[in-house]
Each structure stands twice: as structure tokens, then as C-alpha cells.
């Protein structure tokens, strides 16, 4: 049994807002109701909506967001067991379709063919996942009731009425089929954690239907060392080249990545780049940072004058273990010598053995928490020759994955640096199910890597193993002191594991050809090899031949191929790879299954290498250190620097609100030293240019003959179009580019801008009857007109206002997810731009560009639609719908005009949503619109509320959010109001 307590939830739902009337819960501190599970999904790490067992009824009635995005596959359907009626819940963890890893809660009602949002709790950094023993009054209604389960949080119910908890009483049987879930939950909660999503001031995009997402910065410039390129998509990096410094003539931006203006496709990207950018500047810090990263790259050029090689052996093995114990039956400790022992002479200096699938409990599972790893590294050491001593070096487990490196004692003390990280890939994309361990550390001069992984199952799972590579390769990173390191940063890279592709072949066929020992037909059809030839997985990796027959799937304890009802095809699930920077440095020397371990349903394999570590030579080094310097220092020294740019007058004329102008010019060293350039600003200034221009790269360091495009683009946005509306501000500037030991050089711009309605008073645009682009750059003039708005010398409300809404009103009240989707930034500028100048909107235009560019038009605004200094009593009376209104009738005339004309609109919306059939609905609420609308309408002060205010209490005890009141404001007035 499971029994279901949402504490304050929505037991006051609205009069006549369910259609079908449901049998209300029996009232126990809250809402109190029984339930039971009524069916479980199959264990599939993701899952489309559409592929749930639903009915296309109950499809068509979940929320847009849900039915669209990319749901986890755990849904507990849950009936209430207690009462005449049956009343189904889904309880749903769901993940963003767009951002996999931003998730929430749903808690999803049906009743009477119809499916109600209960409760939905976005997974942020602070929701907490408690368990305790059951409160009394679940062991008075649920004697069995074995555990209590809250989640606290954000909790948006029913009815737009906010919790702050929800409580979930389960008996032994509940608990166990809720373990998963659970699970699933635990794991979002910490990446939520890891990625700092808070509860208040950051709302990640899963909720953005609910409260915007405000633009966060976005940080120009990259951290040193951490490389964005081909390393961390999973492709190896080619390194330096030649003997260039930077070369941004080339290959690289020194500010971040770059944005092409004048492609349509990137313009939504380039808006992104100005909301949230930082200005790149170089330190002198950084310049001797530069020059050090010339030495290293010249050093690694000239490594074999200082660097010998010394050849280590390297066993590698892996071995999926089907759950086994490393212990017998009978006690004894499982025999591993076949696979690990070799002759005292032959013994290899480096000994590294991944496991797959070592505890397939569910406490490991849940808990991450498994004990096996001790008694396999005693089956492991007790296989090893005795004649040899190993010590273990590092090991890595995560749930069934375990991998463990011994090496030669004589070997410990070039060994050090030894780091491990590990990175779920399976439930949600996440869980440790499955993914990858890794271990790496430095020997003699060289590090080496290894990677252990188990990628997903089943014969057409291509694309989702292909996936688990790409972001274990993306995801991995080891911490030494402030750069991470991606697994391509090393001179030797091993990849192990069950990789689970299978052979693209009938059963028949594969046995047919097992037994002719016809390996080679056989590889033809692998999908490894296919995705590697492809380029789609394991690009750069090398493979030895094998000779051997496939390593799954066997009945465990024989040599017989899976004679289960099942009858698996054999595969070569399980393999050993290998990636090399330089060739010569790694050579294989065997590649071999090992039949003889029969404990499992897998047969492991054994891989043993030849690698080249360099051992460096600390004096000849610090020669050819000191000749590079000695180099740098004679070109330095030779001549001054000295650069030519193409053009420093740069003129932008028609310069429009989100409209992106680009110019460019090409700096070129034209001295015969390196030459070190960036903008730097004038005098009592603190910034090298004004909010309005983005200018790529900022600076730079040029080799004798290179050169550079620098691009500026001039693009107003919400930082600058009220300054520049107003004649504050002007397209006019003198930008300074600094050349280091040179001369400055000066930059002019200037052009012309074309007014917008964006960022400007509503108590001033009412006065502006005509096009506000046929008004001149200044304050609008106010006529002496004191009467009231007659349309002649002043508007009820600004007419933009007005266009953008009644377009909405005519043409997008029957649009689903209408406020929920946005629409392009493009589509937004054009649509902008036509209101500015006049220009009637015709039909067909993107009703969603229409909606989103009406609430940045309102968001933008400098005066709120409801003052900052009623914002306080707004959300402290926002429980009384008269303190409510009369707030509302103390505004201003046109605020007072444009608030209820917006009310009128959203209440006209929810009524046609209402009327319409529930296929086309999608779930258009009260409470979503009032979120929405509550953080634009309602801003709080700059600098916040006061410490000592009564509601900043209630905020810091958690037990209520400013955006829950601002939304309980507005959905006041979509009832019906006297207002």
C-alpha cells in the first residue's frame, strides 16, 4: 500500500473547475488518500511520452510539457483502493526534452477521462529527499506501513495553491517497487546540487512555463587549460602545431567562441552572447601565461633531445561477472588464475582488471554502496603469482562497475599522481547502471589512462551506446590542481569494459560461423567495428585482431552458447581498445578470451601491451629550456612590435532594437616580434567599450607575419535602448587598441539609430500617437493636453501594447502550449520591428514570437506595470482579494488601463481554453499564467527586501516564495473581477 500525504495542497480547488466531478479525499491534516501500485514500467534508461502505456486519451491530457519532453521510463500508476470510486495517479519523474538533466516531479490526477496536475516539483539544489519512520496517522490508517518518504521543495499544486512538502507513506511491499524512482530522484537532486539550481533567483528550464528563465551570464572567455574542442566532444585533440603562439589568423577566437552576425541561423545565439556576456580582458598575468604555453608547445617539439623510452608491460583484462560472488559455493575462493597468472618471467609491470555488473542489488543501486570490491581484490590477488609482489595502485568502483590497477612493487616509486573519477550514464541518463570508471596516473614521464565501461543493452541500442561513449568522454574530468583534465589528455589511453555491441546477424548465421571458426565473416558484421569505420563511436581507437569466438552470452558454468528461452545471439560485447597520440609507442602483443572462466554468462578477455613511457633526462631538459628562452628572448629583443589594422573609422547606419550590425577588421604583425594586443578604456573609464558593442576577440598575442580578423558587432538590447531612445546615448564612440611595448591605436564609430518602443515609460509611449520611429531621438514630448486618454492627444494604453495583444486575441487564442513555447529571437525582431515602424501585422506570422516579444516588451519595461514601491504590499496582502484590488486601483491611470486590459486578455484566454476539446488543449491554467505573469507584471526592488521584513523571514525559513505570492496576486483578477 502506499499512502499519499500532501501536506496544505489544493483541497480548496476552484468552484467549477474540474468538469467531471471526483470524489473528494477524506480531509486527515491535509489531504489524505490510500493507494496502491497498480503497474510498473519495464527498466528503459529513457522513454518518449508516446511510448508509455497510456491510453491516447490520457496522452492527449497530460500537460503539453510533459507529452512533449522526454519523460524517465519509472511511472507509478497509482488507483485509491479505499473509497467507491477508483481514482488513478501517475507519479511521473520528468526530464526536460531540451536539458535532459533538468527535471521535475509530477504528480498527475485522473478523473472522469480527465487528467489533473495535482502537484509538480521542480528538482532544485535544495529539495530534500528525507526518510524516516511513518507519522501516526499513516500507522493508524496503514498498519504495515513501513517507511515515510518526503520531498520538500518548490511545490506547485492544484488550483495554483502552493505546499511546501509532499509526504509518501509506503509499506514493505511499496517501498521496494518505489526503490527506483527513488533512485532516479536522488541522482537529480544531486546534479541539480552540482549545477546549483536554486529555488530562488534561478529557475532551470524545465519550470520556464512557470516562472521565465532570466538570462544568466554567459562567460566569454574559457578557463586556461580546459579545452573546449575535440578532446571534450569524445574526439582526441591533435595537440599543438608548428610553432605558432596563438595563431587566431588560424584555428582559435582568445575571446570564446565566435558568432558569425551576418548568419541567420546564429543570430539567436549572438543575442544570447550580448544578454549575458563579460567583457575578455588580458592581465599581464595572462600574457606571461601565453608565453610560457610557447615554450611548453616548443618543448614538446623538441622532447626526444631530453626524453628516453623505457618499455612497461601492460595486462589489461575485463570481465562481466553477472552478479557473482567471488567466493564458491563451497566457500572457496573463486579461481582467477587463468586469468590473471602468468609465469614469473613473463609477469606484466601493470596489471589493470575492470569488472561489469559486480552487485546487480538494489541497494547498490540506490545507496551506491557495495562490498564485494574487497573480496574480489583478495580472488584477484590470490590468482596472481606469488613469486611476484604487486601492490594496488588506485581502484574505482561505481554499482556493478569496479576496476582496479596493481603494479610491480619495484614500479611504486615512479608511480604517482593516481586520480579516479567515474560518470553514470544509465537511468535518465545519469545513474550508475551503467556508464564508466576511470583511473589515470603518471609513470616514470608519461600518464596513462584507462577507462572501464558497461554501455547500454540490447541488439538495436546502437545509437544509445554510441551516446554513453560520447558522454563518458565528456563528462570525465580529473581535478590536479586547477585545470581538469579530459581523458584524451594523456600519452596512453585504454578503453575496457562490456560495450554491448552485438553482431549484426541472425542467430543461425553467428553459431554457423562460431563453429567454422570463421571470426572474420563474423567482425564484418559487428557494430563496433561499423560505428568506429563510421566515425560515430570510438574514433581514433585502435583494436587488435581478434581471433577468438564472441564472449556472450553462455550459460553460466559451460562452454554452451544461451539455451534460455530468450536464446541471445552471441556477440563481442566484451573488448579492449586503445588510443595512441605517436605512433611506436604502444604495440600489442596478445588478445585473448578466456574460456576456461565459466562462473559467468560472459567469457572475460585479456589484452597485454608494450608501452613506451618516457623517462626524462633533467639536465639535457633544462638545456633545451634555456635555449628556447634564450630563442624568444633574441626575437623579443630584436625590434620593437609593430602592427598595421585595415580600417579604424567604422560607421553603422540604421541600427535597430536586436538587429545585429558587424564589422570587421584584420590586425597583421608585421614587426619581426610577437606582438600583444587588446582594447583597454580611456581615461576615468572603466570599460574598453560601450554596453551596445561586442567586440571578438579583445586581444590577442600575433607571431611575426600572422594576423587576425577582429569582428564588432553593434547590437542594443535592454541594457542600452532606453539611453539611446531617450538621446543619453549615442552610436558614438573612440575604442583604443593597445599594443604592448607600441603604440595605441584609435578606433572610431559612430551611426545612426532608429527609436524602438522597448525599455520605454508606459506613462510615455500613451503620448506617442504616431509610429514611435517617426519620433526623433529624445524624451517624448508631452502635449498640454490634462484631460482624459481621448485617442487624440493621449492613449488609454501604449499602442504597441495594444497591436501585440489584439494580434494574440485574433489569431492565437486556439493555439496550444500559447505562453509556454518561445518563439525566436529572430521572429521576435522582425515582428518588433513592424510595430515600431507602423506596419499592420498581417496573419501567419509565429503567434509564439508574438507572445514571448509581448512579455520581453513588459519585462523590459523601466516601471514595472505595478510599481516597486506597492511591490512589498502586493505580496504580503496577496492572500486578500480586496487588499488585492485595491492596490490595483491606486496605480496610475495607464498602469491601472494596462493592467486590466491584460487581465481581460488572459481571462479571455483560459475561457476559450476551457471550451475547447481536450485534444487541443493543452493545459492552459490559472496558476501557470499567474506564475508567468506574476514575475513580470509584479518586480521587486533592485536591491530587495529588507533583512529585517516579515516576508524575507518566512523566505529564509523556507516556508514560502516570492514567486508563489506574486503568482496568488495575479490569479486574483483571472477570476472573474469587479475590477
Not at 545612426?752 to 503620448?767: A, I, K, N, P, W
Request: with cysteine.
Amino acid at each position: 500500500l502506499l499512502l499519499l500525504l500532501l501536506h496544505r495542497c489544493g483541497s480548496q480547488r476552484a468552484v467549477g473547475e474540474q468538469k467531471t466531478p471526483c470524489p473528494a479525499p477524506a480531509p486527515a491534516q491535509g489531504i489524505l488518500v490510500l493507494f496502491h501500485f497498480a503497474s510498473t514500467m519495464a527498466d528503459v534508461p529513457m522513454i518518449a511520452a508516446e511510448q508509455l502505456e497510456l491510453s491516447e486519451a490520457e496522452l492527449a491530457l497530460l500537460p503539453n510539457e510533459l507529452s512533449l519532453a522526454r519523460l524517465t521510463c519509472f511511472v507509478l500508476t497509482l488507483t485509491a483502493d479505499q473509497r467507491p470510486a477508483a481514482v488513478p495517479i501517475l507519479l511521473l519523474l520528468v526530464a526536460s526534452r531540451d536539458e535532459p538533466n533538468e527535471q521535475a516531479v509530477y504528480l498527475v490526477r485522473k478523473c472522469g477521462g480527465e487528467a489533473v496536475v495535482e502537484a509538480s516539483i521542480p528538482v532544485f539544489a535544495d529539495t530534500k529527499l528525507l526518510q524516516s519512520a511513518p507519522v501516526e496517522v499513516a500507522q493508524a490508517c496503514i498498519p504495515d506501513a513501513v517507511m515515510t518518504l518526503s520531498i520538500t521543495g518548490t511545490v506547485y499544486t492544484a488550483g495554483g495553491h502552493n505546499s511546501d512538502d509532499v509526504m509518501v507513506h509506503l509499506d514493505a511491499k511499496g517501498a521496494d517497487d518505489c526503490s527506483i524512482f527513488l533512485m532516479r530522484l536522488a541522482e537529480s537532486i544531486s546534479f541539480a546540487d552540482k549545477e546549483m539550481y536554486k529555488s530562488h533567483g534561478f529557475t532551470h528550464d524545465w519550470v520556464r512555463f512557470m516562472t521565465r528563465r532570466r538570462g544568466s551570464a554567459i562567460s566569454v572567455r574559457r578557463p586556461r587549460g580546459h579545452h573546449q574542442g575535440a578532446a571534450a566532444r569524445g574526439v582526441p585533440s591533435g595537440g599543438p602545431s608548428g610553432n605558432d603562439l596563438i595563431d587566431l589568423g588560424e584555428s582559435r577566437h582568445v575571446g570564446g567562441p565566435a558568432a558569425d552576425p551576418a548568419d541567420a541561423d546564429d543570430s539567436d545565439a549572438l543575442i544570447e552572447t550580448f544578454l549575458g556576456r563579460q567583457n575578455y580582458d588580458y592581465t599581464p598575468t595572462d600574457m606571461i601565461s601565453l608565453k610560457e604555453d610557447w615554450i611548453k608547445s616548443q618543448l614538446a617539439v623538441r622532447e626526444s633531445e631530453f626524453t628516453n623510452l623505457k618499455k612497461i608491460t601492460v595486462c589489461i583484462g575485463s570481465y562481466n561477472v553477472n552478479g557473482r560472488y567471488p567466493r564458491e559455493d563451497n566457500g572457496e575462493m573463486m579461481d582467477l588464475r587463468p586469468w590473471v597468472h602468468f609465469p614469473a618471467a613473463e609477469c606484466p609491470d601493470v596489471i589493470v582488471l575492470g569488472f561489469q555488473e559486480l552487485d546487480l542489488t538494489k541497494e547498490a543501486f540506490i545507496f551506491n554502496d557495495s562490498t564485494r570490491e574487497e573480496d574480489w581484490s583478495r580472488a584477484i590477488e590470490a590468482g596472481l603469482n606469488k613469486e611476484v609482489k604487486y601492490r594496488k595502485v588506485k581502484s574505482r568502483q561505481l554499482v556493478g562497475m569496479l576496476m582496479i590497477v596493481y603494479a610491480k612493487e619495484s614500479l611504486m616509486p615512479v608511480i604517482r599522481h593516481a586520480h579516479s573519477d567515474s560518470q553514470g550514464t544509465g537511468i535518465m541518463g545519469m545513474m550508475g547502471n551503467k556508464g564508466g570508471v576511470s583511473i589515470r596516473f603518471q609513470i616514470y614521464d608519461s600518464t596513462i589512462c584507462f577507462v572501464n565501461s558497461h554501455l547500454a543493452a540490447h541488439d538495436d541500442e546502437v545509437k544509445r551506446r554510441n551516446q554513453d561513449h560520447h558522454e563518458i568522454c565528456r563528462r570525465t574530468q580529473f581535478y590536479r590542481e586547477s585545470n581538469p583534465l579530459s581523458i584524451f589528455d594523456h600519452d596512453h589511453l585504454f578503453w575496457l569494459g562490456d560495450l554491448n555491441y552485438r553482431i549484426n546477424l541472425s542467430d543461425p548465421e553467428v553459431k554457423q560461423f562460431v563453429a567454422q571458426k570463421n571470426y572474420i565473416e563474423l567482425l564484418k558484421a559487428d557494430q563496433l567495428l561499423e560505428q568506429r569505420r563510421a566515425g560515430l563511436a570510438f574514433s581514433g581507437f585502435e583494436e587488435g585482431n581478434i581471433t577468438f569466438a564472441p564472449t556472450y552470452k553462455f550459460d553460466p558454468g559451460t562452454d554452451t552458447f544461451d539455451t534460455s528461452e530468450k536464446q541471445r545471439t552471441p556477440a563481442y560485447c566484451d573488448r579492449i581498445m586503445f588510443y595512441r597520440r605517436d605512433e611506436g609507442l604502444i604495440s600489442q602483443r596478445a588478445y585473448e578470451s578466456i574460456p576456461e572462466c565459466r562462473v559467468s554468462d560472459h567469457k572475460p578477455v585479456r589484452a597485454l601491451y608494450d608501452v613506451q613511457a618516457k623517462v626524462i633526462d633533467a639536465a639535457k631538459q633544462r638545456e633545451v629550456y634555456q635555449s628556447i628562452v634564450r630563442q624568444l628572448d633574441v626575437i623579443e629583443n630584436k625590434s620593437l612590435p609593430d602592427i598595421t589594422i585595415t580600417a579604424n573609422l567604422f560607421e553603422y547606419e540604421n541600427v535597430r532594437y536586436w538587429r545585429p550590425i558587424t564589422r570587421t577588421f584584420v590586425v597583421e604583425n608585421v614587426g619581426q616580434v610577437t606582438a600583444k594586443f587588446k582594447f583597454i578604456p580611456k581615461l576615468d573609464e572603466n570599460d574598453a567599450h560601450k554596453p551596445w558593442l561586442l567586440i571578438e576577440p579583445m586581444g590577442g598575442l600575433l607571431l611575426p607575419g600572422k594576423k587576425v580578423t577582429v569582428s564588432m558587432t553593434v547590437m542594443p538590447d535592454h541594457r542600452s535602448a532606453r539611453q539611446l531612445n531617450n538621446g543619453e546615448e549615442k552610436i558614438e564612440d573612440i575604442l583604443i587598441l593597445h599594443l604592448e611595448n607600441g603604440k595605441d591605436y584609435f578606433l572610431t564609430i559612430s551611426g545612426s539609430y532608429g527609436r524602438t518602443c522597448m525599455c520605454t515609460l508606459l506613462d510615455d509611449l500613451v503620448y506617442a500617437i504616431e509610429p514611435v520611429r517617426t519620433i526623433p531621438i529624445g524624451p517624448i514630448k508631452k502635449n498640454d493636453y490634462l484631460g482624459p486618454p481621448d485617442g487624440e492627444h493621449r492613449l488609454y494604453i501604449p499602442k504597441e501594447l495594444w497591436i501585440m495583444v489584439d494580434y494574440l486575441y485574433h489569431n492565437a487564442l486556439d493555439t496550444p502550449t500559447l505562453f509556454m513555447e518561445i518563439g525566436s529571437r529572430k521572429a521576435q525582431a522582425f515582428i518588433l520591428e513592424k510595430i515600431d515602424c507602423g506596419v499592420p501585422l498581417e496573419p501567419g506570422l509565429d503567434v509564439h514570437a508574438v507572445a514571448a516579444l509581448l512579455i520581453t516588451f513588459l519585462d523590459n519595461l523601466p516601471e514595472a506595470v505595478i510599481p516597486v514601491h506597492l511591490y512589498k504590499r502586493c505580496v504580503e496582502c496577496c492572500g486578500s482579494v480586496i487588499l488585492c484590488q485595491q492596490i490595483v486601483n491606486e496605480l496610475s491611470i495607464t498602469h491601472h488601463a494596462v493592467f486590466i486590459y491584460i487581465m481581460a486578455f488572459l481571462r479571455e484566454l483560459l475561457q476559450r481554453q476551457s471550451s475547447m476539446t481536450v485534444e487541443e488543449s493543452n493545459q492552459i491554467t490559472k496558476g501557470k499564467l499567474a506564475l508567468l505573469f506574476g514575475s513580470t507584471l509584479l518586480r521587486p526592488p533592485t536591491s530587495g527586501l529588507r533583512k529585517n521584513s516579515s516576508a524575507q523571514a518566512l523566505i529564509s525559513r523556507g516556508e514560502i516564495s516570492l514567486q508563489q505570492k506574486q503568482a496568488a496576486f495575479i490569479a486574483h483578477f483571472l477570476e472573474e473581477s469587479p475590477l
